[in-house]
């Protein structure tokens, strides 16, 4: 009798833990679907809300609405959003050529070069601060250092958002270069490699996905952000393709412009920037990820 104690006491203490490890499981399974019921809700109505406005607007007038003037007035109705369109890409585009380059060269010397030495750490609690500072602060920074010297002009935009994507470049570049097992580097030294050809031939392919994320969520930032580039590109309303020299405009400056006015005619025009803003990034995203997938194919 005490032997099949012994042996059914501890049975039933392993079934009471799996039937109480099963219950936290389902209880955390639950909180997860929760979460993202919570975070995926608002996302969908917040779509769905420019999608079904905006359409009316962008494609009613198709395609004048993607390629005329932004009207003068505020309250006549119609189209366009041409130089937005244009401003956004000239200024987006000139932030990620600056933004992505440093963010990914700081990332490497902070991981393979500066580890944890003096400078490296400076540079890292300098990143977290950027990246806590106001857009609007970057603004006045950019104000007060170009535009008051040399006027409104795309460029000055771009270094607005440049200082606002390059703290989240370095963060995500760097978390992607720690992920890249040692035993790579290690056989490209066993091979007689020296380090900066090892970085670049075997370390930055192999991290190369997510520092296309990082990068993308850094656009995905810098494509929406209004208040920097209130104080640094001006609201024009003709195409400007110079980056330097003329005040030009940006979707999310016609959006915050045109959703403040009291004109029916205006307010739908901000409907349509915002469609326009969210098939722009989701295009930028989708050419991005297509490039990633042929690249990792290749290798």
């Known amino acids: 009798m005490t032997a099949v104690a012994d042996t059914v006491g501890p049975h039933i203490d392993l079934t ?5 490890r099963s219950i936290k499981s389902a209880i955390m399974t639950g909180l997860m679907v929760a979460s993202l019921a919570a975070v995926v809700i608002p996302l969908v109505a917040v779509i769905w809300s420019v999608a079904a406005r905006g359409l009316a607007v962008a494609f009613q007038s198709f395609p004048d ?11 006549r109705p119609g189209p366009g959003m041409g130089p937005a369109i244009v401003g956004t890409l000239l200024s987006t585009g000139a932030a990620t050529l600056i933004a992505v ?20 750490r400076l540079v890292r609690f300098m990143g977290t601060v950027m990246t806590g500072v106001p857009s609007i602060v970057m603004g006045l920074f950019v104000y007060v250092v170009w ?15 440049a200082c606002l994507m390059l703290p989240v ?6 978390q ?17 490699t020296t380090q900066s050809r090892t970085i670049l031939t075997v370390v930055l392919p192999a991290a190369l996905p997510g520092i296309v994320s990082g990068a993308l969520l850094a656009v995905a930032r810098a494509a929406g952000e209004t208040a920097p580039l209130l104080f640094a590109v001006g609201a024009a309303t003709e195409y400007y393709l110079s980056l330097f020299g003329e005040a030009n405009t940006a979707l999310s400056v016609q959006i915050f412009a045109n959703a403040n006015s009291s004109f029916v ?9 915002a469609l326009t803003l969210v098939l722009l990034t ?12 042929r690249v990792a194919s290749q290798r």
Do not use: C
């Open 16 to 20: 009471a833990k799996r039937g109480w």
């Open 65 to 75: 609405f993607f390629a005329k003037e932004i009207p003068v007035v505020a309250r």
């Open 101 to 120: 380059p440093l963010g990914v060269l700081g990332a490497v010397y902070l991981h393979e070069y500066g580890k944890d030495n003096r400078f490296a």
């Open 147 to 161: 535009t008051l010297q040399f006027g409104y002009s795309a460029f000055g935009g771009a270094l607005a958002l």
């Open 169 to 174: 470049v370095i963060g995500a570049s760097e």
């Open 176 to 192: 992607m270069l720690k992920l890249v097992p040692t035993h790579l580097r290690e056989a490209a030294y066993a091979l007689g």
């Open 265 to 273: 005619a205006a307010q739908e025009r901000a409907w349509g920037a």
């Open 282 to 293: 989701f295009l930028v995203t989708l050419v991005a990820r297509i490039f990633t997938a």
